[in-house]
């Protein structure tokens, strides 16, 4: 190493020295158990400088393995597990190679990081797992449950700008155990740093730290620049250094500049004095078996430089050095055989890459997969093709992508109908009428379910037909058509035990269970349980959630929020624990409504921001969101709320459903009630109202009369769930302590404030709290005209308006986030969930137009808006 390049390294490393001692504490701690340091900061502010130092300053005493995430187009399945296997070179490489499952995978991992005592204390260090891929996520969440009393220490790094509220790597973090977790966040360097660095350059401080931000590599790039006191772009600063190099090694450094994350010795292993001349250019560095760019930022700017057409032929070569090597991911070769527009190499190993993702329980990556090849499935014989796009379609369905697994399923049934299949074609239409449900087209999706019937009733009655029954029996019961569902599920059942269904025969039950829970069957709920610990056991993930989040959801619809609460969690976790998108998304509009209902507001906006912010925006996925988010909206006085609640509205009646419809009609009736207009207030509760009372449903006949009756109607005197009957006969009290019990705080308000005047100011103190503005004043003009005196007032308006648009709290978590407290720290400090927090850090990055949380306190400076948070 030069002088110049140990000056470099040096420079990096500047203001690091108490995280090196903190990593060096922790691992001295895990002799005592397992350890996990959480590396967290921006692209370039020296993670992966960081870690290396931390590896070589331990030395002998520890046995570091290494393992990272790639960017490729779609993730390497368990990418650091396979690095760590070559690493190890024991069990856990045979059954990788093997393709064993994940739990023989993972044990096999713990096993070989246990050996001898006399061996060196393991280090674990995965990088980049902002780029992770699900399998990866559930790796670590596993070996974090399960290293308490192992002598290990994991060192992981992300990126946090690249991690916004709804990416999946924030649930896994969260689930480490606090005990044994150290969350590490690197800041910027400080002006003074960077300002005594430029001096020594000759650089002019003040521009090199606006330029970098106080960012390490762009930092160390701008200074070590030769010839141009300000380079325009790091893309600059590389390209200038690759023109510095021989010919054969500026071909190397662009051959590389395509490779994600590393080249291995497979690529440039046959050529060592070019790799050390671009080393010592410090264009590359060591890594692993082979090289990198000093930054991946740095690669990829060197890649985009590139023509397309250079780059599209370093892609095939590449391409064709990897296919030559044994147990190479092929997710590796999708992404290189994309790039190069090679689409018989794309058809190839989209489907093995696929299948093994598929395996894995990685289902957003195996779709991914799977939807490079499908594009070139017309290739395939009629036979082939058909497979291909019914195993994309079940991928996708799993991974919440519902319009995508929908087009793919109506491919592959032309292809089975002209075979000439007609087991096939009904199993396809009855999966259309599923996904066809999830995209919110009720129509498509009865209309399928009675083909699938027709078609399979011509054959012997086999698998198909028994879940053709039961996908019927699930429809009756989605649209409160409890003994249809009731019938069809006992008639799929029948079957299904006939011939030894198993699968069916639990598909059928839960469909039966939910109907008899949501008719007032209350132990239903317990063959619900009962259900899912089948399902679970059976290997049948689907069916186990669903079981779990028709349970949630059926207590939601009979208003036992103080029973929906947990039930919901369990959902929520066991849907995200096997990584099925569309049920996470639905179960966080749920968690939604079930937080605005019980007076978590900012717990609720989050949830809804975390479900509409997913790729999949239309569809019974998004209804219970888009009404939390709606019904928060219009009670703050949000002119957005009308919008929300409009769109809601458009999914709701896509779908036709009461437990859909029946809700956002309340809702809108209470909306309109609130702007004052009391006849369309009415006409929104009638609406619903008619389809609840076709249902014969108690809460929803009970809700919508007392909206009706808030509109200035009679209703339905005598109808419905009882607490609701109880406010429209103005039992106030026994309302909101009906509403108590049931765990519906929210609603509670809504009692109180009809109440005398000490319980109308209670309903005033919480809306005030809830910052529902709009209700309370409202609920104060209402109060003033039934004569009451000393109405109290609401929250005084600031004197001078905050000019970065913050509300109070999300000042103090400004301030907070200045004091470089972490987001888990800030929530302890201000007794909020750390999901609370994460919306408002989200909330204060966008208001205050920045993309992370150094570039906020630095605004925050700028605008004078830090300050002390009250105590």
Same mark, same amino acid.
């Given at each position: 190493?030069s002088?110049?390049?140990?000056?470099?390294?040096?420079?990096?490393?500047?203001e690091?020295?108490?995280?090196?001692?903190l990593?060096?504490?922790?691992?001295r701690e895990s002799a005592?158990?397992?350890r996990?340091?959480?590396?967290?900061?921006?692209a370039g502010i020296?993670?992966s400088?960081?870690?290396?130092?931390?590896?070589?300053?331990?030395?002998?005493?520890?046995w570091?393995?290494?393992?990272?995430?790639?960017?490729l187009?779609?993730?390497?399945?368990?990418?650091p597990l396979?690095?760590i296997?070559?690493q190890?070179?024991g069990?856990?490489?045979k059954?990788l190679?093997?393709?064993a499952a994940q739990?023989e995978?993972f044990?096999?991992?713990?096993?070989?990081?246990s050996?001898p005592p006399q061996?060196?204390r393991?280090?674990?260090?995965v990088?980049?797992?902002?780029?992770?891929?699900e399998?990866?996520?559930?790796w670590?969440?596993w070996?974090g449950r399960?290293?308490g009393r192992?002598p290990?220490l994991?060192?992981?790094t992300?990126r946090d700008?690249?991690?916004?509220?709804?990416?999946p790597?924030r649930g896994?973090?969260?689930?480490l155990?606090g005990?044994?977790?150290?969350?590490?966040?690197?800041?910027?360097l400080?002006?003074e740093?960077v300002?005594?660095q430029?001096y020594?350059t000759g650089?002019?401080p003040?521009?090199?730290?606006?330029?970098?931000g106080?960012n390490?590599?762009l930092?160390?790039?701008?200074?070590?620049?030769e010839?141009?006191?300000?380079?325009a772009t790091?893309?600059?600063?590389?390209l200038?250094r690759l023109r510095?190099?021989p010919r054969?090694a500026?071909e190397?450094a662009?051959?590389?500049?395509?490779?994600p994350?590393r080249?291995?010795?497979?690529v440039?292993?046959?050529v060592p004095?070019?790799v050390?001349?671009?080393v010592?250019?410090?264009?590359f560095?060591?890594?692993?078996?082979?090289?990198?760019?000093r930054?991946?930022l740095?690669?990829?700017?060197?890649?985009?430089?590139l023509?397309p +057409? %250079?780059? *599209? =032929? !370093?892609?095939? /070569?590449?391409?064709?050095?990897?296919?030559g090597?044994? @147990?190479?991911d092929?997710?590796?070769?999708?992404h290189?055989?994309t790039?190069a527009?090679?689409?018989a190499?794309?058809?190839?190993?989209?489907?093995?890459?696929?299948a093994?993702a598929?395996?894995?329980g990685?289902?957003?990556e195996?779709?991914a997969?799977?939807?490079?090849?499908a594009?070139?499935a017309?290739?395939?014989p009629?036979?082939?093709?058909?497979?291909?796009?019914e195993?994309?379609?079940?991928?996708?369905?799993?991974?919440?992508?519902?319009?995508?697994?929908?087009? +793919? %399923?109506w *491919? =592959? !049934?032309a292809? /089975?109908?002209?075979?000439?299949q007609?087991e096939?074609? @009904?199993e396809n239409?009855r999966?259309?009428?599923?996904l066809a449900?999830w995209?919110?087209?009720?129509?498509?999706?009865w209309?399928?379910?009675?083909?699938?019937?027709?078609?399979?009733?011509t054959?012997l009655?086999?698998r198909?037909?028994?879940?053709?029954?039961?996908n019927r029996?699930q429809l009756?019961?989605?649209a409160?058509?409890q003994?249809a569902a009731v019938s069809?599920g006992?008639?799929?059942?029948t079957l299904?035990?006939?011939?030894?269904?198993?699968e069916?025969?639990?598909h059928a039950?839960?469909n039966?269970?939910?109907a008899?829970?949501?008719?007032?069957?209350e132990t239903a709920s317990t063959?619900?349980?009962?259900v899912h610990?089948r399902?679970s056991t059976?290997g049948?993930?689907?069916h186990?959630?669903r079981?779990?989040?028709?349970?949630a959801?059926?207590?939601?619809?009979?208003?036992?929020y103080?029973a929906?609460?947990?039930?919901?969690?369990h959902?929520l976790?066991?849907a995200?624990?096997?990584d099925l998108?569309?049920y996470?998304?639905?179960?966080?509009?749920v968690?939604?409504?079930v937080?605005l209902?019980r007076c978590?507001?900012?717990?609720?906006?989050?949830?809804a921001?975390a479900?509409?912010d997913?790729?999949?925006r239309?569809?019974?996925?998004?209804v219970?969101?888009l009404?939390?988010?709606?019904?928060?909206q219009?009670?703050r006085?949000e002119?957005?709320a009308?919008v929300t609640?409009?769109?809601?509205a458009?999914?709701?009646?896509?779908?036709?459903?009461v437990?859909?419809?029946?809700?956002?009609?309340?809702a809108?009736?209470?909306y309109?009630?609130?702007?004052?207009?009391?006849r369309?207030?009415a006409?929104e509760?009638?609406?619903?109202l008619?389809?609840?009372?076709r249902a014969?449903h108690?809460?929803y006949i009970g809700?919508l009369?007392?909206?009706?009756?808030r509109?200035?109607?009679?209703g339905?005197p005598?109808?419905g769930?009882?607490p609701y009957?109880m406010m429209?006969d103005?039992?106030w009290?026994?309302?909101?302590?009906?509403?108590?019990?049931?765990g519906a705080?929210?609603?509670r308000?809504?009692?109180?404030a009809g109440?005398d005047q000490g319980?109308a100011?209670?309903?005033?103190?919480?809306l005030?709290?809830?910052?529902?503005?709009?209700?309370?004043?409202r609920?104060?003009?209402?109060?003033?005209?039934?004569?009451?005196?000393?109405?109290?007032?609401?929250?005084?308006?600031?004197?001078?308006?905050?000019?970065g648009?913050?509300?109070?709290?999300q000042?103090?978590v400004l301030?907070?986030?200045a004091e470089g407290?972490?987001?888990a720290?800030i929530?302890g400090?201000?007794?909020?969930?750390?999901k609370?927090?994460?919306h408002?850090?989200?909330?204060v990055l966008?208001?205050?137009?920045?993309?992370n949380?150094?570039q906020?306190?630095a605004a925050a400076?700028?605008?004078?808006?830090v300050r002390k948070?009250a105590k």
């Amino acid at each position: 190493m030069s002088d110049d390049d140990f000056t470099i390294v040096r420079m990096e490393l500047w203001e690091r020295s108490g995280t090196l001692d903190l990593l060096g504490d922790l691992l001295r701690e895990s002799a005592g158990g397992g350890r996990v340091a959480v590396v967290a900061g921006e692209a370039g502010i020296g993670k992966s400088v960081l870690v290396t130092e931390f590896a070589r300053r331990c030395g002998p005493a520890a046995w570091v393995l290494w393992g990272g995430c790639d960017r490729l187009i779609t993730p390497r399945a368990l990418g650091p597990l396979h690095d760590i296997g070559r690493q190890t070179r024991g069990v856990l490489a045979k059954r990788l190679n093997a393709g064993a499952a994940q739990e023989e995978l993972f044990t096999a991992f713990l096993d070989e990081i246990s050996g001898p005592p006399q061996r060196p204390r393991p280090v674990v260090v995965v990088e980049d797992v902002h780029w992770a891929d699900e399998a990866t996520l559930d790796w670590l969440i596993w070996s974090g449950r399960r290293i308490g009393r192992m002598p290990v220490l994991f060192v992981v790094t992300y990126r946090d700008d690249e991690v916004g509220a709804e990416h999946p790597l924030r649930g896994a973090l969260a689930t480490l155990p606090g005990a044994i977790t150290r969350r590490v966040s690197l800041s910027p360097l400080s002006r003074e740093c960077v300002a005594d660095q430029a001096y020594r350059t000759g650089r002019d401080p003040e521009l090199v730290y606006r330029l970098s931000g106080g960012n390490p590599l762009l930092v160390t790039e701008l200074l070590k620049a030769e010839g141009r006191a300000v380079p325009a772009t790091v893309q600059d600063l590389v390209l200038d250094r690759l023109r510095l190099l021989p010919r054969p090694a500026r071909e190397l450094a662009h051959l590389v500049s395509v490779i994600p994350t590393r080249a291995d010795a497979a690529v440039v292993g046959g050529v060592p004095d070019l790799v050390d001349m671009c080393v010592d250019a410090g264009v590359f560095v060591p890594s692993g078996d082979g090289v990198s760019y000093r930054h991946e930022l740095l690669r990829s700017a060197v890649e985009d430089a590139l023509p397309p +057409a %250079r780059r *599209a =032929a !370093l892609h095939r /070569r590449v391409l064709g050095v990897l296919t030559g090597v044994p @147990g190479v991911d092929p997710g590796r070769l999708v992404h290189h055989a994309t790039q190069a527009g090679d689409e018989a190499a794309v058809l190839r190993y989209g489907q093995v890459a696929g299948a093994g993702a598929a395996r894995q329980g990685a289902h957003r990556e195996a779709t991914a997969h799977y939807r490079s090849a499908a594009v070139y499935a017309d290739r395939l014989p009629a036979q082939q093709q058909a497979e291909l796009l019914e195993a994309y379609a079940f991928q996708a369905y799993l991974a919440g992508l519902a319009e995508e697994g929908l087009q +793919a %399923r109506w *491919a =592959a !049934l032309a292809a /089975r109908e002209n075979l000439r299949q007609p087991e096939q074609v @009904g199993e396809n239409l009855r999966w259309i009428s599923r996904l066809a449900w999830w995209a919110g087209n009720a129509g498509q999706a009865w209309e399928a379910a009675v083909r699938a019937i027709t078609v399979l009733e011509t054959e012997l009655p086999g698998r198909q037909l028994a879940m053709a029954y039961s996908n019927r029996s699930q429809l009756h019961m989605l649209a409160g058509e409890q003994e249809a569902a009731v019938s069809w599920g006992e008639r799929a059942r029948t079957l299904a035990v006939r011939l030894g269904d198993v699968e069916t025969s639990v598909h059928a039950e839960i469909n039966v269970s939910t109907a008899r829970l949501t008719g007032g069957d209350e132990t239903a709920s317990t063959a619900l349980r009962e259900v899912h610990e089948r399902a679970s056991t059976l290997g049948l993930a689907d069916h186990a959630a669903r079981a779990l989040v028709n349970l949630a959801t059926s207590l939601v619809q009979l208003a036992e929020y103080e029973a929906a609460a947990p039930a919901v969690e369990h959902a929520l976790a066991y849907a995200t624990q096997q990584d099925l998108d569309g049920y996470v998304q639905y179960l966080l509009g749920v968690r939604a409504g079930v937080r605005l209902v019980r007076c978590d507001w900012a717990g609720a906006l989050a949830d809804a921001d975390a479900a509409l912010d997913r790729p999949v925006r239309a569809g019974v996925a998004v209804v219970p969101a888009l009404l939390a988010r709606g019904r928060i909206q219009a009670a703050r006085g949000e002119r957005e709320a009308r919008v929300t609640l409009d769109e809601a509205a458009r999914q709701a009646e896509r779908t036709g459903e009461v437990q859909r419809v029946c809700p956002v009609a309340a809702a809108r009736s209470e909306y309109f009630l609130l702007y004052g207009d009391a006849r369309r207030a009415a006409e929104e509760a009638r609406h619903g109202l008619d389809l609840a009372v076709r249902a014969n449903h108690s809460v929803y006949i009970g809700e919508l009369a007392y909206r009706l009756w808030r509109a200035g109607d009679a209703g339905l005197p005598g109808a419905g769930a009882r607490p609701y009957q109880m406010m429209i006969d103005e039992d106030w009290a026994g309302a909101a302590a009906e509403w108590a019990r049931r765990g519906a705080a929210y609603m509670r308000v809504e009692a109180l404030a009809g109440g005398d005047q000490g319980a109308a100011a209670e309903a005033l103190r919480v809306l005030d709290e809830l910052g529902a503005t709009r209700v309370a004043e409202r609920l104060r003009a209402e109060l003033r005209r039934r004569g009451f005196t000393q109405v109290p007032r609401g929250p005084r308006r600031t004197t001078a308006a905050n000019p970065g648009g913050l509300t109070l709290r999300q000042a103090e978590v400004l301030a907070l986030l200045a004091e470089g407290l972490s987001n888990a720290e800030i929530a302890g400090h201000l007794s909020l969930s750390v999901k609370t927090v994460d919306h408002h850090v989200s909330a204060v990055l966008d208001k205050l137009g920045v993309a992370n949380r150094g570039q906020a306190v630095a605004a925050a400076h700028r605008l004078n808006l830090v300050r002390k948070p009250a105590k």
